[in-house]
């Protein structure tokens, strides 16, 4: 699996958007990029994954670089629910094992 | 959607003791399911790789006889932590590949405290 890079921590005020980084620059062309969070003492939520071109949906967008080293999950409208830890995957196919990484802490501020 | 219910959601146990945790997948066949450990202020780290009707494939420092798993059913995989220590207490996850999809759903969490 391709490693991922991303921030220890960010913080972000209510209301505002959230943007998490994430570097993957070792990705294999059908690697999909995967984000999850997990907030705190329960188990990890889903919320997008792409392959190539950027994705939305109820609950976040995610943009991915042309060259697919990087992306970004944005949270359009924080609150305080949203603080958790975002760990950003990458992997190729259905039953393949995900290996977290240590993700990034976001704390909504109000 | 795709729901993994997994209990107990916590349970303390004395050391020695045996406990075991299920995972379920409510409304869909889970081919196969994760085990996870996440100790405090840490990542989750994967412990073993369950497939229905075949033996679980343990991750690398994972003790196959301590941490016995059974997928007998496509519902159901169970986790059980054999002569638990107080270095087993940790918060246990599973997690379930949903098939077409490529994502994976996760259950709720158990956490173990071994006294």
């Known amino acids: 699996d391709a490693k991922t890079t991303q921030p220890t921590s960010m913080d972000c005020a209510e209301g505002r958007a959230a943007n998490l980084p994430c570097n993957h620059s070792?990705?294999?062309?059908?690697?999909?990029v995967y984000w999850y969070r997990q907030i705190h003492s329960q188990g990890p939520q889903y919320i997008i994954h792409?392959?190539?071109n950027n994705e939305t949906n109820e609950m976040a967008s995610l943009i991915i670089t042309e060259d697919r080293k990087s992306s970004t999950l944005i949270l359009p409208h924080a609150t305080l629910r949203d603080t958790a830890v975002y760990y950003c995957?990458?992997?190729?196919?259905?039953?393949?094992?995900?290996?977290f990484g240590t993700g990034t802490r976001l704390t909504i501020i109000p | 959607g795709a729901v993994v219910s997994q209990h107990p959601s916590w349970v303390i146990c004395k050391s020695g003791t045996s406990v075991k945790i299920e995972c379920r997948s409510l409304?869909?066949?889970?081919?196969?399911m994760f085990w996870y450990r996440q100790f405090p202020k840490q990542s989750l780290m994967l412990m073993a790789t369950?497939?229905?009707?075949?033996?679980?494939?343990?991750e690398q420092g994972v003790e196959k006889d301590k941490f016995l798993i059974n997928h007998a059913s496509l519902t159901l995989s169970t986790l059980t932590v054999t002569s638990a220590h107080p270095e087993d207490s940790s918060f246990y996850i599973c997690?379930?590949?949903?098939?077409?999809?490529?994502?994976?759903?996760f259950g709720s969490g158990t956490r173990l405290t071994v006294v």
């Open positions: 409304d869909f066949q889970a081919t196969t």
């Open positions: 997690s379930a590949a949903l098939q077409g999809s490529g994502g994976y759903t």
């Open positions: 369950s497939n229905e009707g075949s033996k679980a494939t343990y």
């Open positions: 792409g392959l190539k």
């Open positions: 070792t990705i294999s062309g059908n690697e999909y």
């Open positions: 995957i990458v992997r190729v196919t259905a039953n393949e094992k995900l290996t």
